[in-house]
């Protein structure tokens, strides 16, 4: 593949990655609420139309960091590789967050209740958030601090993209952390941290669709196919 429909490709599945992302997961985060088991009992279709949404976005994730190593190896190959590990873990992460939300639909109002079976539902839930709390938002921060320095120091995208960036993935990362130590942050906080991330990588979406690597620094990483 040249570097041209690389950069294509990946701005497409950034695309889908974000609107899955966030379709997916308010389709699913029904599962969250009390008395969850009754109510998703009674819409059924909508979680598993998220879960299958959550699923494309975990493939879109595969998709990225497998074909921006070619064009990111050229500057540095071992952190083209680590950035590619990342993504493949957060690929996994949300593939076992999506399975978990589809065994917590087993487990609707036909449960018997007491022992393992009535703790079933909340261990599988348990699962499924901290799951998608390392997936969506640690592994994803982390993936991008690399992505973007590498971004950055290759001169493939304008700077000020890749430094708004290292800024977007650094917030999303500390929302990560914080809630995995279990800070609970308001709502608003929780849209601050978030937002840039998603933000920023539509807008280098749009530009890789439209404008491309930037050919002067592909070509100081080692040469642009165009």
Same mark, same amino acid.
């Given at each position: 593949?040249?570097?041209?429909?690389?950069?294509?490709?990946?701005?497409?599945?950034?695309?889908?990655?974000?609107?899955?992302?966030?379709?997916?997961?308010?389709?699913?985060?029904?599962?969250?609420?009390?008395?969850?088991?009754?109510?998703?009992?009674?819409?059924?279709?909508?979680?598993?139309?998220?879960?299958?949404?959550?699923?494309?976005?975990? !493939? %879109?994730?595969? =998709?990225?960091? #497998?074909?921006?190593?070619?064009? *990111? $190896?050229?500057?540095? +190959?071992?952190?083209? &590789?680590?950035?590619?590990?990342?993504?493949?873990?957060?690929?996994?992460?949300?593939?076992?967050?999506?399975?978990?939300?589809?065994?917590?639909?087993?487990?609707?109002?036909?449960?018997?209740?007491?022992?393992?079976?009535?703790?079933?539902?909340?261990?599988?839930?348990?699962?499924?958030?901290?799951?998608?709390?390392?997936?969506?938002?640690?592994?994803?921060?982390?993936?991008?601090?690399?992505?973007?320095?590498?971004?950055?120091?290759?001169?493939?995208?304008?700077?000020? !993209? %890749?430094?708004? =960036?290292?800024? #977007?993935?650094?917030?999303?990362? *500390? $929302?990560?952390?914080? +809630?995995?130590?279990? &800070?609970?942050?308001?709502?608003?906080?929780?849209?601050?941290?978030?937002?840039?991330?998603?933000?920023?990588?539509?807008?280098?979406?749009?530009?890789?669709?439209?404008?491309?690597?930037?050919?002067?620094?592909?070509?100081?990483?080692?040469?642009?196919?165009?």
């Amino acid at each position: 593949m040249s570097d041209r429909v690389i950069a294509r490709t990946v701005g497409v599945l950034f695309i889908v990655g974000t609107v899955t992302a966030i379709v997916g997961g308010s389709l699913v985060l029904a599962i969250a609420e009390p008395g969850a088991l009754g109510a998703v009992a009674a819409d059924h279709g909508r979680v598993v139309t998220g879960v299958l949404l959550e699923l494309v976005l975990a !493939l %879109s994730v595969l =998709g990225i960091g #497998a074909l921006l190593f070619p064009v *990111l $190896r050229r500057r540095d +190959e071992g952190l083209a &590789l680590a950035y590619a590990g990342v993504r493949t873990l957060e690929a996994v992460f949300l593939m076992v967050a999506a399975a978990a939300a589809l065994v917590f639909l087993a487990s609707g109002p036909g449960t018997p209740a007491g022992g393992a079976a009535a703790r079933a539902p909340g261990l599988v839930l348990a699962v499924r958030e901290w799951s998608y709390l390392v997936g969506s938002q640690v592994l994803l921060g982390v993936g991008g601090l690399i992505l973007y320095s590498l971004l950055f120091r290759a001169a493939l995208v304008p700077a000020w !993209l %890749s430094l708004w =960036g290292l800024l #977007a993935a650094a917030l999303i990362l *500390l $929302r990560g952390v914080l +809630e995995v130590y279990g &800070l609970q942050l308001p709502g608003a906080w929780q849209a601050v941290l978030a937002a840039p991330i998603a933000v920023n990588e539509m807008v280098l979406a749009v530009w890789l669709i439209v404008r491309g690597f930037d050919a002067g620094g592909a070509r100081a990483s080692g040469g642009v196919r165009r």
